[in-house]
Structure formats: structure tokens, C-alpha cells
């Protein structure tokens, strides 16, 4: 099989952002969406990430690629998040943090991090599942960022980061000896990094340990999420002292942040770092960098020229020099028609089987009008969201409310901060069509209604266009054809360490039994 770059694509996939350019070229980001803090490894010929997934079930997806560029959504490791009893409500920015996922002794592993109970293992013989039930590892709050290295002298090695928000401590790096099985840790710990001692530099965490040349090389994002960028520190022992060096910073590109990630290499020798960009109201999107290694044995990512020890982040590069891969993005769109949800879609709390229901074929997605009678859907663990998956695209629906009592409702919703919906609500006076609005709803402020008008018909399809820079403006049709817009534009927000997300719902202000929302379909173009 040839490993020239591809200068042309087997088939042309759909969605609204194509990070494969078809002449043997990419453009970043190569995953316009949010898997935050992305780690990724090669096994063989084939690439698989995983990323944050906080409160979202389900959570830790995987992703493969045969060549960087072309990624599939091929399943999650963790359905549910421990304890579960902590997660049957929407817990902004807790769950699952950044993760390492790893493969050692014919398996793959993943370690990821829940602040507020400590450092958990998922395994798998096929990174597409069955994982195991979570592990945990270390117990304790402000443990984050956890990756092992399986060193090549037979000992195992643990490294992880602090939250100041659990732990009080931050900016520092602590290293474990680890039980070979991955069982459990044999020391209480060692701070081989304290960037609290080193002039200039902050909020360093996201860890990644390797080995390479002789050195043992932790891989660091520092500078913070916004404005920060890449370090890496090598030693000739994994307990230090360490060296460091700067190896990717903005300079004067637009990709602000640009670190925490993962180094990979390819079979003929390239090497390549993913990392992520913040851009609020679409989360932590994923960038791959051109990397090398420099005569002086440090690395440096993306454009440098010969000299250069750090380098800036390209926007659009050859391709790495892998086998063709046919075009592939994370699925959006979902017809319903196969009896179980698209992997694309998340609850935002562990589920319970009765919000939604698939019979498959074309008869859509049934959810449940689920009592909530918080004054805003800020705590309803039963939105049905997926991210946001390019700078601009179109979402519409079909929707049928099945009202049994007054104040069942259902919609189309941007959530964040800042949600709006617009959708069908079930008044005395008779079915009525609603856009309504939240601002900083975090705080517990109420939702405010920006039209209602009696319901045009009992079938209603809705529509919400999304804007480079995440203007949102909702609209409605009869036919599907001619679309009016309803109530105002609407600035679509981030929410807790995650980007607004997009999608359906169903709730009642009633504890009475309540009716359900019927949607034929969900697409985005």
C-alpha cells in the first residue's frame, strides 16, 4: 500500500466542516468540535483519541483514524459515571477530566480523572469495546490529568496534575511508582515539577509522560487555556530534576492556546502533536501540529524554521504521509431509523431509560416529558445534546407534542450560560408555539418568554441557524419549505469547561403524568 499523501479522497463525506482538503492537504482544526484536552496513540496503522467528557453520558469517546485527519466517532468507554448516585443531575465541569488512554500488555487503557473522587481505570481488548467498569485507582479530591508510562526497564509510572478549586494546590506535577497491572500506586507521590518555583510560569498541568532517546519527557501545557502554551521537560531520571523548554506558542497566528495534547509518530518515522484551541461558544477544538526533533534532541511543533526551539501553529499543511483514508467526520445528523441513539448525542447526567425510546424504522425518537420544576433547565440532566460541530451550520427538527397535562413542553435548544429553545408548550387556553431565553443561568435565573403565539399546527418544524461566532436565530415552517424566524437573535455561550451544545428535549412543570415529544428527525448541514 503506498504511502504517498493522497491527492484525492475515496468518497466526499457530509458535514458542515471538512478538515481533509482533498489535494493532499488538511486545515486545522481537524476536529472543528469539542473533544477537550485530547490524547491520542498509535496501535499499528491505526490512530485512537480520547478526550474530556465531564458530566456528559456517555462519556470518554473514542475516535479512530487511519491517517490524523480523517476521524470516526466509533463508540464511548464509560456509559455512566461513579458514584452513580452523584450524577442523576446535571453537574456542570465535574465527571470526567482530562484523560491519557494508553495500550500495554495487549490492551488498551484509559486513566482519567473525576476532581472531585479521584484517578479511575477503564480497559478493553478492542478500543471499540466492551471496557471494563471504572477502577479507581487513587482516591481524593484535586487529583487530575493522570497518564502512566509502562517504562522500557519493567517499572510502571504514574504522573497527574492538581485542581486548585478541590485541592488547593496547582501548578505542579507529582509522580507515582505504579504497579506493573495497573492495580494500584506504591508510593504516596513525589513532586518532580514545581513551575510555583520557576519565574514566569503558571497553571502548568495535562501531563503526558514518554520516554524517548534516553530521556524520560513529560509533555505540558502551561500559560492557562486561553492565552497559555506547550512545555516539555526531560530528564534522565523520572524522579528529575527536570529541564524544560518552550516548544508551541501562538506568536501571530490565530490560535490562541495552543498546547495540551498528545506526541504520536507514524511507521515511517514522522511525528505529529495534537493539541486543543479554546474558542468559547465551540468549546476546546482539536488541532494536529507537524513536529521534529532537533539536533539538540528537543522537540519543536508546528512552523520553525531550522533554528527555531519553539514554533507556531500551521493552519493548513500536507497531510501525514499514511495510507489513503477515506474522508470521515464525527456524525450529526440522525434520522432515528436504526432503534438506538447516534454516538453523537449525550445526556447531561447518568440516563434513565425512561426519557427517550427508539422503535427504529421511520417512526423517530419518543422523549418523555420529564418533570422539572427548577425555574430553567440548567440542572435537567434530560437535554439530548451533541457539540458544536463547525463555525457555521443549520440544525432543524421535526416536532409533535403529545400533551397530556398543562405545561408539557418540548424543543429544539442551544445551551450554555445563556440557552434558548424555541418549541411547543402545552396552555390551558390550547397548544402554543414558544421561543424562550435564559441568560446566566448557572445563577438560577428564571427562563424569560420571548414570543408565544397559538401553535400554527400540531406538527411544527423547527430550525436554528447558527452564525461564524455562534449567533443563533430560530425559526419555524409548516412544511419544512419557507421558514419564519421566531423571537430574537441569540449569542450562544460556553458552559463549564465545555462549549454550547445543540439538540432536543422534553419536560412538564407537572409531577403528574406527563405527556411525550415525538421527533422525526434531527439534521445539520
Not at 482516591?139 to 485541592?167: K, M, N, Q, T
Request: hydrophobic letters at 40%; charged letters at 20%.
Amino acid at each position: 500500500m503506498s504511502l504517498t499523501r493522497a491527492t484525492e479522497t475515496a468518497h466526499q463525506a457530509t458535514g458542515p466542516w471538512i478538515p481533509d482538503l482533498g489535494d493532499g492537504t488538511y486545515q486545522n482544526p481537524v476536529l472543528y468540535a469539542d473533544y477537550s484536552d485530547p490524547d491520542v496513540i498509535r496501535v499499528g496503522q491505526d490512530y485512537w483519541m480520547t478526550a474530556s467528557s465531564f458530566c456528559h453520558l456517555p462519556g470518554l469517546p473514542i475516535l479512530h483514524s487511519r491517517d490524523m485527519v480523517n476521524w470516526e466517532l466509533v463508540t464511548h468507554a464509560l456509559p455512566r459515571l461513579t458514584p452513580a448516585e452523584a450524577y442523576e443531575r446535571h453537574q456542570p465541569g465535574c465527571g470526567v477530566w482530562a484523560p491519557a488512554i494508553r495500550h500495554h500488555a495487549g490492551k488498551f487503557w484509559i486513566f482519567y480523572p473525576d476532581p472531585d473522587y479521584g484517578i479511575f481505570v477503564v480497559t478493553a481488548t478492542d478500543a471499540r469495546g466492551p471496557w471494563s467498569a471504572p477502577h479507581l485507582l487513587k482516591g481524593g479530591r484535586g487529583l487530575i490529568d493522570p497518564c502512566p508510562l509502562w517504562a522500557e526497564d519493567g517499572r510502571a509510572w504514574l504522573v497527574h496534575a492538581w485542581a486548585r478549586s478541590r485541592s488547593g494546590i496547582n501548578n505542579m506535577l507529582t509522580l507515582h511508582e505504579m504497579a506493573p497491572d495497573g492495580s494500584g500506586l506504591l508510593d504516596d507521590g513525589k513532586v518532580i515539577i514545581d513551575a510555583n518555583q520557576m519565574e514566569g510560569w503558571d497553571t502548568l498541568e495535562g501531563p503526558k509522560l514518554y520516554q524517548h532517546g534516553g530521556w524520560y519527557w513529560v509533555f505540558a501545557p502551561a500559560g492557562g487555556v486561553a492565552t497559555g502554551y506547550q512545555a516539555v521537560f526531560r530528564s534522565r531520571n523520572p524522579h528529575g530534576p527536570y529541564e524544560a523548554r518552550m516548544v508551541l506558542e501562538q506568536g501571530e497566528t490565530p490560535v490562541n492556546g495552543p498546547h495540551q495534547g498528545a506526541w504520536v509518530d507514524t511507521p515511517e518515522g514522522e511525528h505529529w502533536f495534537f493539541h486543543f484551541q479554546e474558542l468559547q461558544p465551540y468549546g476546546r477544538i482539536v488541532h494536529l501540529q507537524p513536529m521534529r526533533w532537533r539536533e539538540d534532541g528537543w522537540p519543536v511543533m508546528g512552523e520553525a524554521d531550522d533554528i527555531a526551539t519553539c514554533g507556531v501553529p500551521v493552519l493548513i499543511h500536507p497531510k501525514p504521509a499514511l495510507p489513503a483514508q477515506k474522508v470521515a467526520v464525527p456524525p450529526t445528523s440522525d434520522d432515528f431509523s436504526s432503534g438506538q441513539l447516534g454516538r453523537q448525542w449525550q445526556w447531561q447526567a447518568n440516563p434513565q431509560r425512561s426519557w427517550a425510546s427508539l422503535p427504529g424504522g421511520s417512526t423517530g425518537l419518543r422523549l418523555a416529558c420529564v418533570p422539572q420544576l427548577e425555574p430553567s433547565l440548567w440542572q435537567a440532566p434530560q437535554l439530548l445534546l451533541q457539540k458544536f460541530p463547525a463555525p457555521a451550520f443549520t440544525a432543524r427538527t421535526v416536532l409533535d407534542l403529545q400533551a397530556v397535562s398543562t405545561g408539557d413542553q418540548a424543543g429544539l435548544i442551544v445551551f450554555g450560560y445563556d440557552y434558548a429553545w424555541a418549541g411547543l408548550v402545552q396552555a390551558s387556553e390550547g397548544l402554543k408555539l414558544v421561543m424562550r431565553l435564559c441568560h446566566e443561568a448557572e445563577s438560577g435565573s428564571p427562563e424569560r418568554e420571548e414570543i408565544e403565539m397559538p401553535a400554527p399546527a400540531e406538527v411544527c418544524h423547527l430550525q436554528v441557524v447558527v452564525a461564524k461566532g455562534g449567533a443563533c436565530r430560530f425559526a419555524w415552517s409548516i412544511d419544512g419549505t419557507v421558514y419564519q424566524p421566531i423571537g430574537p437573535k441569540f449569542q450562544a455561550r460556553e458552559s463549564r469547561w465545555v462549549g454550547a451544545k445543540v439538540g432536543l428535549f422534553a419536560a412538564s412543570n407537572e409531577r403528574r403524568p406527563a405527556g411525550h415529544a415525538h421527533f422525526q428527525y434531527f439534521t445539520i448541514a
